[in-house]
């Protein structure tokens, strides 16, 4: 039995998250240079969205650039830049019925790619399968600084009491605020750590690491991944008798 007729499809996580890690060291591997890796790992995007949108989750968020990459090598960002530019594939999108949307400081990001990963936003905007979620340019110490700093502005306006702030109202000044927590976190290429990913949301969220690196990690090893997570039993701090 493969492991796509193993998924029980009516326990499908709704929101997986994923840290894409591994593209250099694939890279290393063949004996190319880190961009070579990147370019493989794009596609590696493709493959796992379709496969992602078949199943039938509803959020898709991938770590694709963090606040503390940009200390990579100028050359490095670049041609991860231009390759942002380079590897949307709308058609894919529009095929599958995915939307498009971007989580961090955007504006942080060249104009030119800024223009065309809006452009992609609003012309996939009406799609209403999948939602594909990037993170560009983002740390969850900056957003959830950000969402403090909001927070005490309207606090300071008189729009909100302090006394009245809850954990709902924190996670509504996320980025992430439209969609749920993830029900699942992969991180491929073998690292055991967070890397400043989504750290408010994942505070119940089942974790997955693997050996793979992101070029290498394709549709089987994403529906490995879905398997694994069924396997599980969450409990929230309650009992397995409490939740059975
Ligand atoms: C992940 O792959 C992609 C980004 C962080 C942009 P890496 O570039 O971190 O690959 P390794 O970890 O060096 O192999
Ligand atoms: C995390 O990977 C960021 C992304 C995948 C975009 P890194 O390769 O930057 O993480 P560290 O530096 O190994 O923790
Ligand atoms: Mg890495």
């Known amino acids: 039995m493969s492991n796509r007729e193993q998924i029980d499809l009516k326990r499908i996580p709704q929101h997986v998250a994923i840290i894409m890690d591994g593209n250099g060291r694939w890279a290393k591997q063949h004996g190319q240079d880190r961009s070579y890796g990147h370019q493989a790992g794009a596609e590696t995007v493709h493959i796992i969205a379709e496969e992602a949108a078949r199943l039938g989750i509803k959020y898709l968020t991938l770590y694709t650039f963090s606040t503390e990459n940009w200390n990579r090598p100028s050359d490095e960002v670049s041609a991860l830049m231009s390759l942002?530019?380079?590897?949307?594939e709308e058609d894919i999108f529009?095929?599958?019925?995915?939307?498009f949307r971007l989580i961090g400081q955007i504006n942080k990001l060249p104009q030119d790619v800024q223009d065309r990963l809006y452009a992609c936003v609003d012309h996939t905007a009406k799609?209403?399968?999948?939602?594909?979620?990037?993170?560009?340019s983002y740390s969850a110490r900056w957003e959830i600084t950000d969402a403090?700093?909001?927070?005490a502005t309207k606090v300071q306006r008189?729009?909100?009491l302090p006394a009245d702030i809850n954990c709902d109202d924190i996670a509504s000044h996320l980025t992430s605020s439209f969609m749920p927590d993830p029900d699942l976190l992969i991180r491929t290429g073998g690292e055991i750590r967070l890397s400043n990913y989504l750290l408010w949301q994942c505070a119940y969220t089942e974790l997955y690491f693997c050996e793979t690196f992101w070029p290498d990690f394709k549709a089987k090893e994403f529906q490995k991944a879905i398997y694994d997570?069924?396997?599980r039993e969450r409990r929230f701090g309650k009992t397995s008798e409490q939740v059975s």
């Open 84 to 88: 942002l530019i380079e590897s949307i």
């Open 229 to 231: 997570y069924q396997q």
């Open 94 to 99: 529009m095929k599958n019925n995915i939307s």
């Open 148 to 151: 403090v700093r909001n927070m």
């Open 158 to 160: 008189g729009e909100i």
């Open 127 to 136: 799609n209403t399968g999948m939602c594909l979620v990037l993170a560009l």
